[in-house]
C-alpha cells in the first residue's frame, strides 16, 4: 500500500497561475435525500502545497495510486481513517468530470 511519499503527477486541482495560494475545490455527492460535501485543500502550509483530503494530511494521490495498484477502496480507507468514504468517493467523481470535460 502507498504511504504518502509522493510522485510527480499530471493531475492539476489548482488553476493555472495559483501557485503558493490556497486552492478549495469541493464537490457535491448527492446519496437518496442527503447532500455532504468532500473538500480537497491545497495549501502550502500542508505537505508543500500537495492537494490533501480536507481535515487531513493524507494527499489525494495516495486514493489514485493505491486504485491503480489493485487496492481496494476500503483497504486504503482502512490505512488512511482520516479520510471519509464520501471523501474519496467524491475525488474519484470530480477526477472522473474532469475527464470527461478534457476529452469534450
Known sequence: MRGA???N??????????EGETCVHRA???TSDIVSHATIVSDP??????????????????LFENL????????ILEAFPTVTHEQAVSALREADALIERAAS
Open 5 to 7: 511519499y509522493l510522485k
Open 9 to 18: 503527477t499530471e493531475l492539476e486541482l489548482c488553476p493555472r497561475g495559483a
Open 28 to 30: 457535491a455527492i448527492v
Open 45 to 62: 502550509e500542508i505537505l508543500g502545497g500537495t492537494p490533501v483530503f480536507a481535515g487531513t494530511r493524507v494527499p489525494v494521490r495516495v
Open 68 to 75: 491503480a495498484d489493485g487496492v481496494s477502496l476500503g483497504e
